[in-house]
């Protein structure tokens, strides 16, 4: 059996970093971000969608609180199901 709340906790951390780690880099090196998500996406062309503003603090805190919280629910809940399912 895992323990979902520490289940939960640890995937929500992790995904705060990868936030904040993106967010510095869209600020630091937007080429580069942009580069990246251009290999991700394969025969697709993202230029069309290029960000021409720099997101600022609120909607940062609200990415950061949206998917760190989104994380830990659907961790949780994969969890939870997981241990219900495998009695």
Known sequence: MLNAKAFANAAAA???VWVVA????A????GLLF???QSWTHTMNLEAVRS????NLGL?????ISAV???WLTTYGTIVLYN???K
Do not use: E
């Open 14 to 16: 992790v995904m705060a």
């Open 69 to 71: 919280g989104l994380t």
């Open 52 to 55: 021409t503003f720099t997101p």
């Open 35 to 37: 580069t990246v998500a």
């Open 60 to 64: 940062l805190l609200l990415g950061l």
């Open 22 to 25: 993106c967010a510095l880099l």
């Open 84 to 86: 219900r399912w495998a």
């Open 27 to 30: 600020y630091i090196a937007p």
